[in-house]
C-alpha cells in the first residue's frame, strides 16, 4: 500500500524516502510511486497544509513556482514535449502536486487525455524502483537549479 502524503513528507525529513529528490522551498520534490510516464513527480508541501487555499500568498507562491521548476526539469531531463499539473487532495487531503511529463509517443488514446486516463494495468506497471531511477533522480536533481544540494 503506497504511503500517505504525511508519511512520505516524515520520511524525506528523516532523509528515508528512497524517491527523493530534494528539499525546495515549498516542500518536497519526489519521484511518484508509479513511473508508467517516466519522470512522473510529485511536490509534497512542507510544513503541511490542507490545501492551496490554506497557504498565504507568498508560501501559495513558493508552491506554484516549485512546482513549475519540477516541470522544466522534467521536460529537459526526459524529452517530454509538455507537462501536466495537478492539484486535487480529494483522497489524500494534503496539499501535494502532480507533475506529470507527456510524450508524443504515447498511444494515441492517451495523448489528448488527461495522465490518469490510462488504464491501472499500464499505470501499476512500471512502479518506482529505487536501483532503476537512481540516475533518472540524480539528472533531475541536477536541473532544480539552487534548491537541491
Given at each position: 500500500m503506497a504511503n500517505s502524503v504525511e508519511q512520505e513528507v516524515d520520511l524525506a525529513r528523516r532523509g528515508q524516502l528512497p524517491s527523493l529528490i530534494c528539499r525546495m522551498k515549498s516542500g518536497w520534490a519526489v519521484l511518484a510511486g508509479m513511473q508508467y510516464l517516466r519522470g512522473y513527480c510529485l511536490l509534497l508541501a512542507d510544513?503541511?497544509?490542507?490545501?492551496?487555499?490554506?497557504l498565504d500568498a507568498r508560501r501559495r507562491s513558493d508552491f506554484l513556482l516549485d512546482m513549475c521548476t519540477i516541470g522544466d526539469a522534467i521536460k529537459k531531463v526526459t524529452g517530454a514535449y509538455r507537462v501536466n499539473y495537478g492539484i486535487m487532495g480529494n483522497t489524500d487531503p494534503f496539499l501535494h502536486a502532480h507533475i506529470t511529463p507527456r510524450f508524443l509517443d504515447e498511444p494515441e488514446a492517451m495523448l489528448h487525455n488527461h495522465p490518469w486516463a490510462y488504464p491501472d494495468?499500464?499505470?501499476?506497471?512500471?512502479?518506482?524502483d529505487p536501483a532503476r531511477d537512481a540516475d533518472l533522480i540524480r539528472r533531475l536533481r541536477l536541473e532544480i537549479p539552487n534548491t537541491c544540494p
Open positions: 510544513p503541511i497544509a490542507g490545501s492551496l487555499n490554506e494495468e499500464i499505470v501499476s506497471s512500471r512502479p518506482f
